[in-house]
Structures are given as C-alpha cells and as structure tokens.
C-alpha cells in the first residue's frame, strides 16, 4: 500500500488484548480526539526510548487506572491512514491491581468477543478483529 504522505514518520503503537471470561476490553475515542467515536483495543504511543511492553504499560494506567502484567504478543498490524502511519503491536495482558475507568472520557467496555464485529472499530485494529471473528486467535482460558 502507497503511504499518500511518504515524508510522514511511522508511529509505534501498543495495543493491549484483555480478556475476562468470552469478554474483551475494548474503549471508545472520546469527543475531540482523532478518529473520536470509533472503538479501539486499550493502549496508545510508545515514546522515543521507550521499551513498548513498558509503555503499554504506562498507558494501560494512564487510560484506565489498572497495573498490568504485559505477556506475550499476538499480532503485529502496519497500516496506513491518510494522515499518519502506524505501526501496531497487540500485546496479551493481565489486570493486576486496579478498577478498569476511562481516566481519559472515553468509554469503555467488555465485549463479547464474538460480537466486536457490531461495533466501529479503528481501521488498524480491524484485521485482528477478523482473525477474532474467525476463531483464529487463541483465546486465553480460566482469565
């Protein structure tokens, strides 16, 4: 795919993957941010430096007020936006301490996984929910 801005830098984003039960964490853009209104695994830019398990990490506190353990990763998704690139790593994680919030207005939901199809997800985030829908990510058991 032709990147429309090849002056443009790539972004790193980390992407957190948190399943309770057949449920999975997903958050709404707020009103006023890019691409507000769609739905989006939780997690956010990782700075220049910066270790990606670490600020998955970091945003994972910041977004929603929860410690978590960062496992392993599932997926990696490059994709091109008219504005920007992104580059995204979907991580497995485990709440560890903490009360999922959205610090931030957006909001939040456990959904069940085989329904992320019904709702406007980030066009980055799509192929992974289609790998959801059709039963080819390895869902994580007694979570």
């Known amino acids: 795919m032709n990147n429309p801005n090849p002056t443009s ?6 992407a957190a993957l948190i399943q309770q039960q057949d ?29 990606p398990r ?7 506190l910041e977004e929603l007020g929860v410690r978590c353990a960062v496992g392993e990763i ?7 936006y008219p504005e920007k690139t992104v580059l995204l790593l979907f991580y497995w ?9 959205g610090l931030e207005g957006q909001a939040i939901e456990w959904k069940p996984i085989r329904n992320l199809e019904e709702v406007e997800i980030l066009p980055a985030d799509l ?15 007694g979570k």
């Not at 670490?54 to 994972?60: F, N, P, Q, S, V």
């Not at 192929?127 to 058991?141: I, S, T």
Request: proline share 5%; glycine share 10%; net charge negative.
């Open 93 to 101: 994680c485990e709440i560890l301490e903490g009360k999922t919030e």
């Open 9 to 14: 830098q790539t972004l790193l984003v980390v």
């Open 23 to 51: 449920r999975i964490l997903i958050q709404q853009r707020p009103p006023g941010s890019w691409m507000e209104g769609y739905w989006e695994f939780p997690g956010g830019k990782v700075h220049a430096g910066e270790d």
């Open 54 to 60: 670490k600020a998955l990490e970091r945003e994972l």
């Open 74 to 80: 599932e997926e990696t998704i490059h994709h091109v």
């Open 127 to 141: 192929p992974l929910v289609e790998r959801f829908a059709k039963g080819a990510v390895r869902m994580r058991r």
